[in-house]
T-cell receptor, first 109, second 113 residues
Framework: AQSVTQLGSHVSVSEGALVLLRCNYS??????LFWYVQYPNQGLQLLLK??????LVKGINGFEAEFKKSETSFHLTKPSAHMSDAAEYFC???????FGAGTTVTVRA | DAGVIQSPRHEVTEMGQEVTLRCKPI?????LFWYRQTMMRGLELLIY????????DSGMPEDRFSAKMPNASFSTLKIQPSEPRDSAVYFC???????????FGSGTRLTVV
């Protein structure tokens, strides 16, 4: 079965600092990989997806993620955090979307 | 495009009552998924449909849960009888093809007292 592990349930960054959220996947076949964001009391919004095209994937709101097969990783980054980035972020694998446990991001002024 | 529409947004019911959650997917989307989100278990896939046919219901917790998709524009998730441990946020999502990335509804927050 395909699964993902998100390292760190909570990340705190200063405004303007790098945001790095870690995700490792387990899959015996080339995976579909996704990052979603969830703001309080809202549904999930797709940030970006990897589907075996370019290994560096750019998404919305300045986020990007790099697929590294050798490390089975799909980490999410944003060069400069904004207050509006405070939310919960989920990594997911497979077309059936097996989700990680989520990482809550807080942004300090 | 109105997105994926779920109703109701909030539901409070007494233990033992029947609960029906509703979802209208985006027009043209062939895949429809039902998820449940709780603090303890995170996001869990309950069931998904392709072209109105249930494909995988292995995530449905028990026989008290059932889901239907009578046509391409409507799906229901029913819990009968409901129990306090069913309290969660239930999301519906749709997509026009596998792996494309799914559009989620705003969810139904169910509280069973």
């Amino acid at each position: 079965a395909q699964s993902v592990t998100q390292l760190g349930s909570h990340v705190s960054v200063s405004e303007g600092a790098l945001v790095l959220l870690r995700c490792n996947y387990s899959s015996s076949v080339p995976p579909y990989l996704f990052w979603y964001v969830q703001y309080p009391n809202q549904g999930l919004q797709l940030l970006l997806k990897y589907t075996s095209a370019a290994t560096l994937v750019k998404g919305i709101n300045g986020f990007e993620a790099e697929f590294k097969k050798s490390e089975t990783s799909f980490h999410l980054t944003k060069p400069s955090a904004h207050m509006s980035d405070a939310a919960e972020y989920f990594c997911a694998v497979s077309y059936k979307l097996s989700f990680g446990a989520g990482t809550t991001v807080t942004v300090r002024a | 495009d109105a997105g994926v529409i779920q109703s109701p947004r909030h539901e409070v019911t007494e233990m033992g009552q029947e609960v029906t959650l509703r979802c209208k997917p985006i027009s043209g989307h062939d895949y429809l998924f039902w998820y449940r989100q709780t603090m303890m278990r995170g996001l869990e896939l309950l069931i998904y449909f392709n072209n109105n046919v249930p494909i995988d219901d292995s995530g449905m917790p028990e026989d008290r849960f059932s889901a239907k998709m009578p046509n391409a524009s409507f799906s229901t998730l029913k819990i009968q009888p409901s129990e306090p441990r069913d309290s969660a946020v239930y999301f519906c999502a749709s997509s026009f093809q596998k792996g494309y990335g799914y559009t989620f509804g705003s969810g139904t927050r169910l509280t069973v007292v």
